[in-house]
């Protein structure tokens, strides 16, 4: 179960990303928690919070993500 401090910088960190993806004008669309499962893999991978940018107008509009279908958002690490 996610703690309330999780949950608060969880936001916070969220509410930042899509202040700055606004401020520069880049379009996003943002998809909150996400687990991400496939039929060959034992377990899935969890996202706290998820953003698709380069494949934004692909993902405009989806009710379910299907990774076998959609691409996944990547993680890139900051430099």
Avoid: A, W
């Avoid at 401020?23 to 893999?41: A, H, I, P, W, Y």
């Avoid at 299907?66 to 890139?76: G, Q, W």
């Amino acid at each position: 179960m996610p703690t309330p401090e999780h949950e608060v910088d969880k936001e916070l960190l969220g509410d930042l990303v899509k202040i700055l993806l606004d401020d520069l004008e880049v379009n996003c669309q943002c998809f909150g928690s996400t687990t991400f499962k496939r039929e060959n893999m034992d377990s899935g991978i969890d996202r706290v919070q998820c953003f698709y940018i380069q494949n934004c107008d692909q993902m405009r509009g989806k009710r379910r993500v299907n990774i076998n279908l959609n691409s996944p958002p990547r993680y890139e690490p900051l430099k």
